[in-house]
C-alpha cells in the first residue's frame, strides 16, 4: 500500500467518520484529497486528465448542486462526490456508481429504517458498560442520512490501489 492510497483513505474515513458524527464533512479534507490528486498528477501525470477525470467530476457536481438546490444533497455531500469522482475517473466510474447505490441502500436502511433500533443498541451498550454512549448526530430523530459514508465506501472500492484510480 503507498502513501498515497493510505493518505487517500485515510481522508475519506475521516469524512465519514466527521460526517457521521457531526453530519458536516470539513473542507479541509476536501482540500486534502484535491492537493493530494494535483500531486500525483504532477508526478505521474494521467493519460487525459481532462477527459477521464475532470470532465466526470465536472458533470458529477454539476448535477450534485442540483441536488443541493432542491435541498436534496448536503454542500459537503457535493464536494466529496465530485473529489472522488476526480480521483475515481471514468475508467471505474460504472463500480463506484454501482458501489454508490449499494452502500447507499445499506445506509438507508441503517440511518433511515433502523435508526431507532441502533440508538436502543448503543443505550443497551452503554448501560453496561456503566456509562453512556453519546448518540451521532446522524441518528438522532429527524436528521438526514449521512451520505459521505456512502460517498467514502465508494470511494475506498473503487479508488486508488483496488479496481482504478489515476490511469
Known amino acids: 500500500m503507498t502513501a498515497v ?6 481522508l475519506f474515513i475521516a469524512s465519514a467518520v466527521t460526517d457521521v ?13 484535491v492537493l493530494l490528486f494535483v ?3 504532477a508526478v505521474e501525470p494521467p493519460k487525459s486528465i481532462f477527459w477521464m477525470h475532470v470532465a466526470p467530476a465536472a ?13 436534496k444533497f448536503g454542500g459537503g455531500d457535493v464536494k466529496l462526490l465530485t473529489t472522488a469522482v476526480l480521483w475515481v475517473g471514468l475508467s471505474s466510474l460504472g463500480v463506484f456508481f454501482i458501489s454508490l447505490a449499494v452502500y447507499g441502500l445499506i445506509a ?15 443505550a443497551w ?35 486508488p490501489g483496488v479496481t482504478g484510480g489515476i490511469k
Not at 456503566?130 to 429527524?142: D, F, H, K, M, N
Open 59 to 71: 458533470v458529477v457536481f454539476a448535477l450534485a448542486a442540483g441536488l443541493f438546490f432542491f435541498d
Open 39 to 41: 500531486l500525483v498528477c
Open 108 to 122: 438507508h436502511l441503517v440511518f433511515a429504517v433502523f435508526r431507532t433500533q441502533v440508538v436502543a443498541a448503543l
Open 21 to 33: 458524527v457531526d453530519l458536516r464533512i470539513p473542507n479541509i479534507f476536501v482540500v486534502a484529497l
Open 5 to 10: 492510497t493510505m493518505a487517500y483513505a485515510a
Open 125 to 159: 451498550t452503554g448501560s453496561h458498560l456503566g456509562r453512556a454512549i453519546p448518540v451521532p448526530a446522524s441518528l438522532q430523530t429527524g436528521k438526514s442520512i449521512p451520505y459521505g459514508v456512502v460517498i467514502a465506501a465508494a470511494a475506498l472500492m473503487a479508488g
